[in-house]
């Protein structure tokens, strides 16, 4: 079994930054893809970024050029980086690892971007 610890969420001003933590404890497998997905009032869930165990990211098109996604390997934590941060971005951000064909979930984050 996994667990998803999340961290960072908040209220930020337009054009302002937040970074979110993701760190997993548990039975850990070496080969895994872990990453955040957000969901906004009203709509279905969707990817914002992926990254493997070997370093391949994946963005969606809405955040690519200016959210990051990095891990670090010791601490067993995927981090988020979000940068020009718009009043769209606003939805609360759950982190999620896939292993073994088994998918977890964070509790979720709540990141509002207002002014």
């Known amino acids: 079994q996994v667990q998803l610890v999340e961290s960072g969420g908040g209220l930020v001003h337009p054009g302002g930054s937040l970074r979110l933590a993701c760190t997993a404890s548990?039975?850990?497998?070496?080969?895994?893809?872990m990453g955040w997905y957000r969901q906004a009032p009203g709509k279905q869930r969707e990817l914002v970024a992926t990254?493997?165990?070997?370093?391949?990211?994946n963005y969606a098109p809405a955040v690519k050029g200016r959210f990051t996604i990095s891990k670090n390997n010791v601490n067993n934590t995927v981090y988020l980086q979000m940068n020009s941060l718009k009043p769209e971005d606003t939805a609360v951000y759950y982190c999620t690892r896939l292993q073994n064909l088994y998918r977890t979930w964070g509790q979720g984050t709540q990141v509002t971007v207002s002014s």
């Open positions: 990254l493997t165990h070997d370093d391949s990211p």
């Open positions: 548990g039975n850990l497998f070496d080969h895994y893809v």
